[in-house]
């Protein structure tokens, strides 16, 4: 297993490009199911999660090519194959295939998703969403036998707002017959993005970006080219590592908008934060102050930003508060934190993180990708060397994050091994 060495103290200057976001190509990539026919999709990151799906598409008939930043999807000889086990239990994003393929096969078999190893994230909104809208769902063994055909219109309440099962059902209604009314929609970018991209297909969705969507299905859809949104996560994750290093870095090619919660935060613990149209400047020049943090649904604090804000804070003067009500047990990176000389205490979904003043380099491992990025930016920051391992979690998500904090002056390195 790889690892990252870090030689903690460097100030970070200078750009950093995002890329394109891991969690808005995932679904846009199973949308291509949808309708067959050839797609060109660009500023496409080169992260394990995206090799993962392709391969899985491909197991599905879909042909994936990379060209440069670009996947050329030819999705024409697409057949209603299952998803297999041993692609879809390395990444949960896995499942937005089920809704896709019920769609337009009417009948769909994939096995049931895993991903990061922390807490249950059971799919039961994704299931009920497609029984609604008529399917009958079996699990067999461990995979998910869903039969629906044709789909058919109908209303969807989710109990609280999920991300992935309202892509899912939104994949499956854009082709019910009739009209789907979903509520409690996720506001999220990536959601956005995709409904954006059903839309240029010809699909007809209405309320994008609100909290209720109103779908009337289409007979059929047909191919549409699209641009991959910049990740916010990403963007989150370096204007942290700009303020936690005192440094002075401008990160290109993102969308300020998108990360609204973050850039308060930063400013609140005294971060000098400056946005101009696709750019944030990110400069840290005084002692960071203290926060209390709740993390919420977008366009609230998120949940993948709890971790790296844990380590920012840990150099804060004062004692913060994070409570974390997406996932209540989403902590696991404390422990490791707390090798490198933090102090955290966890109260069910409270952690009370008190200034140390300075980390100690240290052996941690990752637990999961955002707990790998609070490491490593902990690491830019503690005395000595820092050795973050299992970082095949880091490159899920983050494409070529060492060349891209060396390049801004980071001592990090890759060591294979």
Not at 228 to 241: F, K, M, N, Q, S
Request: hydrophobic content about 45%; proline content about 5%.
């Amino acid at each position: 297993m790889d690892a990252f060495r870090i030689e903690g103290g460097a100030k970070l200057t200078g750009e950093v490009r995002i890329s394109g976001s891991k969690n808005a190509v995932l679904p846009i990539l199973c949308a291509t199911i949808l309708a067959p026919g050839t797609y060109r999709l660009e500023n496409v990151p080169v992260l394990s999660d995206v090799a993962t799906l392709t391969t899985l598409l491909r197991t599905l008939g879909v042909r994936v090519v990379r060209e440069g930043s670009a996947l050329l999807v030819d999705s024409r000889e697409s057949v209603p194959n299952e998803a297999p086990y041993e692609l879809v239990r390395t990444m949960r994003a896995s499942v937005y295939v089920l809704g896709p393929i019920l769609a337009r096969f009417g009948h769909a078999r994939v096995s049931l998703p895993g991903g990061c190893a922390w807490g249950p994230r059971p799919i039961d909104f994704h299931l009920k969403a497609m029984e609604a809208l008529g399917a009958v769902i079996r699990l067999d063994h461990g995979v998910i036998d869903a039969i629906g055909a044709p789909l058919r219109g109908a209303e969807i309440r989710f109990p609280f707002s999920s991300v992935g099962a309202t892509g899912n059902a939104v994949m499956a209604a854009v082709l019910a017959e009739g009209t789907t009314t979903i509520f409690n929609v996720a506001r999220e970018p990536e959601i956005t993005s995709l409904c954006e991209f059903l839309c240029a297909m010809g699909a007809r969705i209405e309320g994008v970006g609100t909290e209720k969507l109103v779908i009337e299905g289409a007979r059929e859809l047909h191919p549409a080219d699209a641009r991959v949104i910049p990740d916010r996560i990403e963007t989150g994750t370096y204007l942290v590592a700009g303020a936690l290093t005192g440094g002075d870095l401008l990160l290109r090619d993102t969308e300020p908008a998108h990360n609204e919660a973050v850039l308060a935060a930063l400013r609140e613990a005294g971060v000098e934060i400056d946005v101009n149209k696709t750019d944030i400047r990110v400069r840290s020049r005084g002692p960071l102050r203290p926060l209390e943090v709740e993390t919420a649904p977008y366009p609230g604090f998120p949940t993948d930003m709890q971790a790296q804000l844990m380590a920012l804070l840990l150099l804060a003067e004062g004692t913060s508060e994070i409570i974390e009500t997406i996932f209540p047990d989403r902590f696991k990176h404390v422990p490791e934190l707390c090798r490198l000389g933090g102090s955290i205490r966890v109260e069910g979904n409270r952690a009370i993180v008190r200034g140390v003043g300075a980390l100690t380099g240290a052996h941690v491992m990752a637990s999961d990708l955002r707990a790998s990025a609070a490491l490593i930016l902990a690491g830019l920051v503690a005395r000595g060397t820092t050795e973050v391992s299992r970082i095949y979690h880091i490159d899920r998500g983050y494409e070529r994050i060492d060349e891209k904090l060396s390049g801004a002056g980071a001592r990090i390195w890759r060591v294979r091994r």
